[in-house]
């Protein structure tokens, strides 16, 4: 007697498969549902999809790449365009700390806390345009630093190093921890109104 190796399973086999993968799919759309709808949720998928479609919207017919970087990035691409603009790739950018522009300059930065200038952002959207230098760096690494913001007149400059200016600025910047650099907006003006 030949035994057959395509021998299929009995049709209840089959139909209990069937069962069990229609239940896994009814739970998983149940849970994935409950997920959607839960208040937080459903204000951030509204708001992120109504974003992309107004935005979408707005700029149809533009074509211009920094028009579209523009509207898409804000704050981000003024200011890493302007050190794109103004630092050669052998120049070291210094980021100043978060507290010394939210202290000096917060009426501008109080809707972002200054989110452009996480180091994090900057690296992704300078990529290798020009070095980035954190506070947090040994000082014969700051020494190496050409550019940075600085703040007059509650406005934020692209300022570039000079013998004459170099000590005033790291002594101000010293001033401020460097390590805390992640300010959201609440928190921002929280330091903001907490003036020593």
């Given at each position: 007697m030949a035994i057959s190796s395509d021998q299929s399973p009995p049709p209840t086999d089959r139909r209990r498969f069937w069962t069990v993968q229609?239940?896994?799919?009814?739970v998983?759309?149940?849970?994935?549902?409950?997920?959607?709808?839960?208040?937080?949720?459903?204000g951030w998928l509204s708001e992120t999809v109504g974003w992309f479609y107004e935005q979408h919207e707005?700029?149809?017919?533009?074509?211009?790449?920094?028009?579209?970087?523009?509207?898409?990035y804000g704050d981000v691409y003024t200011y890493t365009?302007?050190?794109?603009?103004?630092c050669k790739p052998n120049d070291y950018f210094l980021i100043p700390?978060?507290?010394?522009?939210?202290?000096?300059?917060y009426q501008q930065?109080?809707?972002t806390g200054y989110s452009w200038l996480y180091p994090s952002v900057l690296y992704y959207h300078l990529g290798k345009s020009v070095h980035l230098l954190e506070m947090t760096a040994p000082?014969?690494?700051?020494?190496?630093?050409?550019?940075?913001?600085?703040?007059?007149?509650?406005?934020?400059?692209?300022?570039?190093?000079?013998d004459h200016n170099r000590p005033l600025v790291m002594g101000e910047?010293?001033?401020?921890d460097p390590h805390f650099f992640a300010y959201t907006p609440e928190q921002a003006q929280a330091y903001y109104n907490a003036r020593p």
């Open positions: 229609f239940i896994y799919l009814g998983s759309c149940g849970l994935l549902s409950l997920l959607i709808w839960l208040p937080g949720n459903q707005k700029l149809n017919k533009q074509t211009d790449v920094s028009a579209r970087r523009q509207e898409g365009e302007l050190i794109r603009q103004r700390p978060q507290q010394y522009l939210i202290r000096n300059a930065g109080k809707s000082d014969s690494v700051l020494q190496r630093a050409t550019h940075t913001f600085w703040v007059y007149d509650n406005k934020v400059f692209l300022l570039t190093f000079r910047f010293r001033k401020y």
